[in-house]
């Protein structure tokens, strides 16, 4: 199904998609998405999902930040004027990669949007989360035992069940890399607030809220992909597809 189409700048018919990138230890960001794909599709909205190198997604590719930001920009060169979604880790490397393709317009999911010089790890708690299990390897990953009742509280079994198998080791260095570029300085930007997250509070959120253009708040815990993806999808819309083609 082609995307909804956009004035072009010579007057010709563009198309528009949303380009998902996917959280913090976690694999299979199609998954992930899907829901809120789906929701789009229904208006002529096509979407893709990137896959991070980080979470072992991309063979060969080498694991760190710099390579999830390289697999972004490049589906962002691929598919043309985009939406640009980040989730939680995944707002980290959408703001480094928003300055490739055409993106016009980032949105924040549960997530941090840090300046030039900052990493997740200067805009997070100074302690270490105790749902996070870090590995003399270099590796870093959600417990089990908390995904449920931390991240997944407001969603349906088929959900949780599906999130908990998808979950993956990812390389720790991506906490500490900081991003040279950041995309909320020149971009127009929405950071969805997840009103229920009990991974990433609120307070915390609404503090790096400050620094897009709009904020809007959900009663959703840290997945609102899985949990309630219309009211996301309508969030995302908003921003897609202009007012008079609403």
Given at each position: ?246
């Amino acid at each position: 199904m082609a995307g909804r189409p956009t004035e072009g700048l010579a007057g010709r018919e563009t198309v528009m998609r949303v380009v998902f990138v996917h959280g913090a230890c976690v694999r299979d960001g199609k998954w992930w998405w899907s829901r809120v794909a789906a929701a789009l599709r229904a208006d002529g909205l096509d979407s893709v999902a990137v896959r991070l190198p980080s979470c072992g997604e991309v063979a060969g590719a080498e694991r760190d930040f710099a390579a999830d930001v390289a697999q972004t920009r490049r589906v962002l060169r691929e598919v043309g004027p985009a939406v640009l979604v980040g989730h939680s880790y995944g707002g980290v490397v959408a703001t480094e990669a928003a300055d490739a393709g055409e993106v016009t317009h980032l949105v924040y999911v549960s997530s941090f949007l840090p300046d030039v010089g900052q990493a997740l790890a200067h805009l997070a708690p100074a302690e270490p989360a105790p749902y996070l299990d870090f590995s003399p390897d270099g590796t870093f990953g959600v417990r089990r035992e908390s995904v449920r009742e931390l991240f997944l509280q407001d969603c349906d079994e088929q959900a949780v069940e599906g999130a908990v198998a998808r979950l993956t080791r990812q390389e720790a260095s991506v906490l500490t890399a900081a991003v040279g570029h950041a995309g909320w300085r020149h971009l127009p930007s929405t950071a969805v607030v997840c009103a229920q997250d009990r991974a990433t509070p609120p307070t915390l959120q609404r503090l790096q809220a400050a620094r897009a253009t709009r904020t809007v708040e959900l009663p959703a815990g840290h997945h609102p992909m899985l949990s309630h993806p219309h009211l996301l999808a309508d969030t995302v819309r908003a921003v897609a597809v202009p007012p008079e083609r609403v």
